[in-house]
């Protein structure tokens, strides 16, 4: 039996996905968290052997937890499966030590296959994402832009930014300036949505 641990944040898609899961005679889903902040103790406390995380989730999401699972607990393998299927996550997602990328209206078979193929220590991304990721190429963004980007798509003003990140005015505006460059944007609103929508940040 594969122990499988769902961390999704909707309870409604969590039940479901246990439910088909255990329709399969080889898998166990022995662990449901709502929160990213959850995954680790419960992939130690249940022995999971897979976990499939969400992207957005309160706490840490999937993306951090996949990254906290490879350093903590590097037995662990993870499946990103989410409603966001943009070309940038994928990259972010394998980079971070995810197995698997897939999106939520992947059909139950198919689900169960990538599990077993990720315990067998495959890779496994959707085909329509993963060439929509290598036609996108990597994010032109620093981490510092990205970080920046994040921060401002709230529209928070920039004296605002600077004190969350620790940076002057200055520093803060010229990486706001390259990140709108960078996306083709004319406000950093837009770069922070052209970013977004692509998976950058």
């Known amino acids: 039996m594969i122990r499988v641990l769902l961390a999704d944040d909707q309870a409604l898609v969590r039940g479901a996905l246990a439910a088909l899961l255990d329709l399969e005679t080889d898998l166990d889903v022995v662990a449901q968290v709502g929160r990213g902040d959850e995954v680790l103790d419960a992939a130690r406390s249940s022995q999971a052997e897979v976990c499939l995380l969400d992207i957005e989730m309160p706490g840490l999401t999937g993306l951090e937890v996949a990254e906290q699972l490879r350093t903590e607990?590097?037995?662990?393998?993870?499946?990103?499966?989410?409603?966001?299927?943009?070309?940038?996550?994928?990259?972010?997602?394998?980079?971070?030590?995810?197995?698997?990328?897939?999106?939520?209206?992947?059909?139950?078979r198919e689900l169960a296959d990538a599990v077993r193929?990720?315990?067998?220590?495959?890779?496994?991304?959707?085909?329509?994402?993963?060439?929509e990721s290598l036609m996108a190429g990597p994010s032109p963004l620093t981490a510092r832009e990205a970080e920046i980007l994040l921060l401002a798509i709230d529209g928070s003003p920039v004296a605002v930014i600077a004190?969350?990140?620790?940076?002057?005015?200055?520093?803060?505006?010229?990486?706001?300036?390259?990140?709108?460059?960078?996306?083709?944007?004319?406000?950093?609103?837009?770069?922070?949505?052209?970013?977004?929508?692509?998976?950058?940040?």
Not at 89 to 96: F, G, H, K, P, S
């Open 163 to 201: 004190a969350r990140a620790h940076l002057s005015l200055g520093t803060v505006r010229n990486h706001l300036s390259a990140a709108i460059g960078k996306t083709g944007a004319s406000t950093r609103a837009e770069a922070a949505r052209v970013a977004q929508t692509n998976g950058w940040i």
């Open 117 to 131: 193929r990720v315990h067998a220590g495959l890779r496994v991304v959707d085909p329509s994402l993963a060439m």
């Open 73 to 108: 607990l590097p037995q662990v393998r993870t499946l990103i499966v989410t409603t966001f299927g943009r070309p940038g996550y994928v990259r972010r997602a394998l980079d971070a030590g995810a197995a698997g990328f897939l999106i939520k209206d992947t059909p139950a």
